[in-house]
């Protein structure tokens, strides 16, 4: 199967992109490594106007510490891929969780191509980067021609496969702190190595102390176990903890997974992740 | 739109359309056909590619997105390669429809962790499906291209498996 | 040394792996230069009546050629299965009615391939939506009807029992065990979808590239659906990218291209996508059973019973007739002294079912193998020895089985003690013991099955063609067509053992009806000893031939003479003739037709490990331990791959794969993003142990290997996944067990 015929443009940098995206608007649709947007064009699920393919500007590819002293953090262009993430010596040292959630992300192929801008903007509940991000209380950098806009990620989703961003906005950079090479675990539930995950959990440990936990396909948007996190905050245990973790979500029903399992698996991914986070 | 694309390094360059995936430049507009598609959702990995070295899935990348860059497929390995070789000894093909989108896929693999276990083998290529070989003669293939006793690590890997406190499958196995 | 029975590696591979195989859409057939590129518009409803086309609009579109819908094409719509209800009949595309998700109701033609699919959007179709019945219970009631002409939903009679059950089929045994399973629908997805290209010589004759498994019997089908005489019909398989059942015949779009060509006269190609092709292709399996086992608490099983419906899906095609093999098989490798059988096939609005590796036989070893291990748990005996101790013997055979088959050659309980002793049977029982009493989360099952299935049932005849060339190559003419089983290799080994010649010098020539009109090709795993035993005769011949030339070349007698290195030679002298030579002088070329007249019964046992988490209800298959007993092995790397390949289907049966439709009809799981083929993340490697029985009916020993695998390790695994999880109170869970189904059945045996 094959797209819906559009027109194609590849600007040469971030500015010329976010011209286009001006002029184009609705119409517009950015391409970064194409691995959300491409599958549904296919399908005919998606047939935008006009493809704005972003996938080379290198000013978007970077992982680096930024900020100073208590405002320091990992700054991550959005135009990073998936394999970028995996192999990262900064990632390895300052945000260990990354790496590893990205190295579940599809198949190496897939890895090669997708980005993490592209998988943070696509929205879909089901993807394993949201929700770490979401965990981790990262923030999402948003920019068009009237300006730059700093969004934290628990802001950021609005429903399922939409979020805040304007029509004239790209994603640029996306933060996360400095969590370090420990304290953190992710537990993904498929059926297949490279299927969507049914549940998953992520688990990071703030500088702070505070354990927090993103959670995957659990409702319409990545959604925390603030629940547990409360518990746990409490000195509960972390079985008593975990046990918490699907208060307030809302699972979908598909092939895979009535609500019901879903609520109860997440209870289980939460414990195991929680006690590799704390060991 | 013009593209240039480098293919399995001899210059090539076709007026496409935009929509135009990489797989179909490759098969009509080059006019090598090794590269097969077997499915719509990026799922099966038989249309598996490098571009600039590393393993695509070229059903899921437009040949505009391949401009200017450098594609390599099955057909620029020859039989003495010895990810092509292995899988011949091996028998890691049957049908061989899979088998062009696997090879480069081992072959990427390969570049990328020459030091490979089975269970890397078999995690590194999640993302090609075959229907024929149940996967153990590619498996071996791979191991074999990388330099490794498949034997050895078809062994190793299972045990790696297998083994939880308390137990050893290698205890009862022939 | 002979070469039979030697690793050789396969003369199909530096083809295969340098410029690829060349597949239905990889011609570059000069034949085929200018054709046209068929995009069919496909039903997105399962039951509706069509009220209005409308093409205009597609007709504008840009690279449209023609659009055609039901009313242009004059072809008689077609019974897909001759003995089907006569009224079960399918347009090539649809008229008045659709009866499935996917059903063809319009063909668009372009010059373009790309530019189909965007015309077919622009195909304006109206559907009145009719009740939809996907249930296979609801079907048998009649309530909605797919045809309402044939006044019912049952689709044949020709599995009605000729006489009433016998009502004391049980009266004698101290414990009966009955139980409700499904063998679930699965969809075969060879990694090349479906794909014919057709044109029109100017002789008047059509010409049809596709990917079947079987080139005559396809050529004969599309014939009758075009009303052409066979011999105005080509049919030419390039390479065949996959099968396992599903491309035995023809399908329907075979012939629609045709006629198309013919219509526009031009060439016209075809190549499915894999949306279209996981609701256009058959599909297999889909029986819901019902089984009764009766016996006493030493261990005899002393009756049993199969019920099954079978889900023939909205035209009823090859799926009709697979209960046979089912009911004949029921009894599996055992020698139970009542047997008794029914089968129903019905009609529901789903994509047609047909073959899918095992046809018919899986599904009466999964639901025996289930019967034993739930008889065993029953009556609190270890289900290897229940099984060892019911197994026809040895001394038995042949033995004729209450299913009515004639077991030829077996010893089934040696297959079992193999496959126990291989596995550390008793060790893993006491690691599972061990797990349980720790109340480990990730519990041990440990499934058995023991299996006999029928190989080169049905088309018992073959044919080969030999022929040594003046410059010393050989060419082999073969009726099976190979898909992935390395025939070319296989069948050059055969001949190669006879003519002393190397097999780099054999090609083996398959599937194209004009050079080889007759043949039956490959499925139901008949190759080699149908087709193979063919090619050996025909080179027996051909040296017998051979040596009666040299004898008056030689002047020597007939009897001094042998073959060695491609030359015959008088025994203890240098003098000879290369067959070389002889074929210079004259044509050398031995026709052979073999009729074996039975099929063969490979069996084996199989023991698979598994590891259940019970908090995520996932099941893993960490080892699987196969005997695979299929007689001599002629190559063991392809005699493995074809285990390796249905070990790994069985599998993901058991533990992955479903084709699942809403109750309104609808796929859910249409692509490969949704269906569960494993990838090689999912599957262990395998544990071969050999074990070789030969067959008396044909003189090389031979039976077949395609399906044996998938017959064994499914219900192995099955067994394996319950037995993890049966301390906790479950007795069964059906296919596929996914960590869904694994953990809802714990959850239920906890209240």
């Not at chain 2, 990348?61 to 011949?88: C, Y």
Request: net charge negative; charged share 25%.
């Amino acid at each position: 199967m094959i797209p819906v015929g559009f027109e194609y443009e590849r600007p040469d940098s971030v500015a010329a992109a976010l011209a286009l995206l001006a002029e184009h608007g609705e119409g517009a649709t950015i391409l970064a490594g194409g691995h959300s947007l491409l599958p549904v064009m296919k399908l005919r699920l998606s047939a935008p106007e006009i493809v704005i393919d972003i996938g080379r500007l290198t000013e978007l590819n970077y992982i680096r510490v930024d900020g100073d002293g208590a405002d320091s953090h990992v700054a991550i262009g959005a135009g990073t891929r998936y394999r970028d993430l995996v192999i990262s010596d900064v990632l390895a040292a300052e945000c260990a969780l990354l790496p590893a959630v990205a190295r579940t992300v599809g198949d190496p192929q897939v890895r090669h191509r997708g980005t993490i801008g592209g998988g943070l903007a696509h929205g879909d509940p089901a993807a394993d980067i949201p929700a770490a991000v979401l965990a981790l209380d990262g923030e999402i950098v948003l920019r068009s021609p009237r300006g730059e806009r700093i969004v934290p990620i628990t802001e950021f989703y609005t429903g399922v496969f939409s979020s805040v961003k304007e029509p004239d906005e790209l994603l640029v950079e996306v933060r996360v702190p400095r969590t370090g090479a420990t304290g953190w675990a992710y537990e993904k539930f498929t059926r297949r190595s490279n299927d969507w995950a049914i549940v998953a959990v992520s688990v990071v440990t703030l500088p702070s102390g505070r354990r927090q936990l993103g959670l995957v396909n659990m409702g319409g948007t990545p959604l925390r176990a603030l629940a547990t996190e409360a518990a746990l905050e409490q000195g509960k245990s972390i079985e008593e903890a975990a046990a918490l973790a699907a208060e307030g979500t809302e699972p979908p029903a598909d092939n895979a997974g009535t609500p019901e399992y879903r609520r109860h698996l997440v209870t289980v991914l939460a414990k195991r992740a929680l006690k590799t986070a704390s060991a | 739109m013009k593209v240039e694309i480098t293919v399995n390094g001899e210059r090539t360059s076709a007026d496409v359309e935009p929509r135009t995936l990489l797989a179909h430049y490759l098969r009509e507009n080059v006019g090598l056909k090794a590269t097969n598609i077997g499915c719509d959702t990026t799922s099966c990995g038989a249309c598996t590619v490098l571009v600039d070295g590393e393993s695509v899935k070229s059903c899921t990348v437009l040949a505009v997105q391949a401009d200017q860059l450098s594609v390599q497929t099955m057909e620029d390995l020859g039989m003495d390669h010895p990810v092509t070789a292995a899988f011949r000894q091996e028998h890691g093909l049957q049908c061989g429809f899979c088998t062009p989108g696997m090879v480069m896929a081992a072959v990427g693999l390969i570049d990328e962790n020459p030091d490979l276990t089975e269970a890397d083998v078999r995690e590194g290529l999640e993302g090609n499906l075959c229907r024929c070989t149940g996967y153990h003669n590619i498996v071996r293939a791979v191991l074999v291209a990388a330099g490794k006793d498949p034997d050895a690590a078809q062994a190793e890997g299972t045990d790696d498996k297998t083994i939880s406190p308390g137990f050893s499958a290698g205890e009862g196995a022939a | 040394m002979s070469i039979l029975g030697t690793r050789v590696v396969r003369t199909e591979d530096p083809v295969f792996l340098t410029r690829g195989a060349t597949y239905t859409d990889d011609l570059t057939d000069e034949r085929l230069t200018g054709a046209l590129h068929l995009t069919l518009v496909r039903s997105p409803i399962a039951h509706a009546t069509i009220t209005s086309i409308d093409v205009e609009a597609a007709k504008e579109a840009p690279g449209v050629v023609a659009v055609f819908t039901g009313a242009d094409v004059d072809l008689a719509p077609a019974l897909l299965f001759p003995a089907a209800n006569p009224a079960m009949v399918r347009p090539f595309l649809a008229t008045d009615r659709v009866r499935y998700v996917g059903e063809a109701v319009a063909a668009v033609l372009t010059e373009e391939a790309y530019q189909g699919e965007d015309a077919a959007e622009m195909v304006d179709v109206d559907y009145e939506p009719l009740d939809v019945v996907v249930d296979m219970k609801d079907a048998l009631t009649d309530e909605v009807l797919l045809f309402p002409e044939a006044g019912t939903n049952s689709v044949t009679k020709m599995h009605f029992a000729k006489e009433e059950a016998p009502e004391d089929l049980f009266a004698d045994c101290e414990v009966v065990v009955s139980k409700e399973i499904v063998n679930q629908r699965v969809a075969a997805a060879p990694l090349e979808t479906r794909a014919a290209s057709a044109y029109w010589g100017e002789d008047g004759r059509c010409t049809i590239f596709c990917s079947t498994q079987n080139a005559q019997s396809a050529r004969d089908e599309v014939a009758g659906w075009m009303g052409l005489d066979t011999k105005d019909l080509r049919l030419i398989l390039p390479d065949v990218g996959g099968g396992f059942g599903a491309k035995i015949g023809a399908d329907p779009e075979f012939a629609l291209v045709g006629w198309l060509s013919k219509k526009v006269g031009r060439p016209v190609r075809w190549n499915e996508s894999r949306s279209e092709n996981m609701t256009g292709m058959v599909q297999g399996r889909g029986q819901l059973q019902t089984i009764t086992i009766g016996g006493d608490r030493d261990g005899t099983v002393k009756a049993y019973r199969l019920d099954l419906i079978a889900d023939a899906g909205a035209y009823p095609r090859l799926g009709v007739v697979l209960p046979m093999f089912t009911r004949m098989m029921a009894p599996g490798t055992y020698d139970i002294p009542k047997v008794w059988s029914t089968a129903k096939v019905v009609a529901t609005n789903t994509t047609s079912t047909a073959a899918y590796r095992g046809a018919g036989r899986p599904e009466a070893t999964q639901a025996i193998e289930r019967a034993m291990d739930l008889f065993a748990d029953a009556i609190g005996m270890d289900p290897a020895e229940l099984r060892k101790k019911n197994v026809v013997k040895p001394e038995q055979f042949p033995f004729t089985t209450k299913g009515g088959a004639e077991y030829d050659s077996g010893e089934y309980a040696k297959a079992i003690d193999l496959a126990l002793e291989a596995s550390g049977y008793d060790e893993l029982r006491a690691e599972q013991k061990r797990r349980r009493e720790a109340g480990d989360p990730l519990q041990l099952g440990i499934g058995v099955s023991s299996y006999v299935e029928i190989t080169g049932g049905g088309a018992f005849v073959e044919n080969a063609t030999v022929e040594v060339h003046a410059d010393g190559t050989v060419t082999v003419l073969t009726g099976t067509s190979p898909h992935g089983q390395g025939h070319a290799t296989a069948w050059a080994m055969l001949a190669s053992d006879q003519l002393g010649i190397p097999v780099d010098k054999i090609t083996v020539i398959h599937g194209d009806t004009d050079l080889i009109p007759k043949g039956a090709g490959t499925m139901g795993s008949r190759s080699l000893q149908t087709g193979g035993i063919a090619v050996h005769n025909a080179a027996v011949e051909l040296v017998e031939v051979a040596k009666q030339r040299a004898a008056e070349r030689l002047e020597a007698n007939v009897d001094d003479l042998v073959v060695e290195n491609g030359t015959v030679q008088v025994k203890g002298t240098g003098s000879g003739i290369s067959l070389a030579e002889l074929a210079g002088a004259d044509e050398l070329k031995v026709y052979h037709e073999w009729d074996g007249k039975k099929p063969t019964f490979p069996f084996g046992a199989h023991v698979a490990l598994v590891e259940v988490d019970v908090e995520s209800g996932k099941a893993t298959v960490e080892r699987i331990w196969a005997v695979d007993d299929a007689g001599p092995v002629l190559n063991p790397l392809i005699f493995d791959g074809q285990r390796h390949g249905g070990i790994a289907q069985g599998i993901a049966q058991a533990l992955l794969e479903e084709v699942v439709f809403d109750s309104e009809g609808q796929p859910l799981t249409a692509t490969f993003a949704d269906y569960g083929i494993p990838s090689a993340a999912e599957l262990p490697s395998f544990d071969l142990v050999s074990m070789e029985t030969p067959t008396p009916i044909n003189t090389m020993g031979y039976k077949g290997i395609g399906e044996a695998g998938t017959i064994g390790s499914c219900p192995a695994v099955q067994n394996a996944v319950i037995d993890a999880v049966s301390h906790l109170g479950v007795e069964h869970i059906d296919m596929p067990l996914t960590p869904l189904r694994v953990w809802e059945a714990i959850e239920e045996a906890r209240k």
